[in-house]
């Protein structure tokens, strides 16, 4: 069995996105592999107006479907921690979830404790201790930049895991 699987953390300034391709053997003895195959960020001007912005996520999100082509889409789920963020933040997801409809492509959400969790073994675990689980990971010889990559890199691992 192989899937693509694209992580992606939400934000409306700035949106990470991962890209793995995971490979389980059908032998007597199961293996598997996974490898990262690309990641980064779209980004939105905040001096932009705001429904400008949510062009742009529209758009680019659109873009990325049709060229990673993935499997599996996994989001991780809106934490709330300023309502006037979270407001902004659910807007940008739910074009995030709106590309994904047009698109038809199933996705997965999960919390930022169970994305710990999956990784580090802890619930807790802080940033850190995530990001260089994502690189232990996937084999790489430095923690991605920036953050929000390395974030959504972490989701689509996380769904790996699920699967």
């Known amino acids: ?37 690309d990641f980064g960020v779209i980004r939105t001007p ?33 934490f709330f921690y300023r309502m006037s963020s979270t407001i902004v933040v659910a807007q940008a997801r739910g074009v995030l979830i709106l590309v994904l409809g047009r698109c038809r492509l199933p996705y997965v959400e999960y919390t930022p404790a169970q994305i710990k969790l999956a990784l580090t073994g802890y619930g807790n675990a802080d940033k850190l201790e995530v990001q260089e689980a994502v690189a232990r990971e996937l084999d790489l010889e430095q923690v991605p930049k920036p953050d929000d990559a390395a974030d959504a890199l972490a989701v689509a691992l996380t769904a790996w895991y699920q699967i």
């Open 1 to 37: 069995m192989e899937k693509r699987i694209l992580g992606l953390d939400p934000g409306l300034a700035t949106l990470g996105y991962g890209l793995i391709n995971c490979k389980q053997s059908q032998a007597k003895i199961p293996e598997s592999t996974v490898k990262m195959l």
């Open 46 to 78: 905040a001096d932009a107006e705001m429904g400008q912005r949510l062009c742009t996520l529209f758009d680019d999100l659109h873009t990325l479907m049709e060229e990673f082509q993935p499997d599996l889409v996994a989001i991780e789920k809106l």
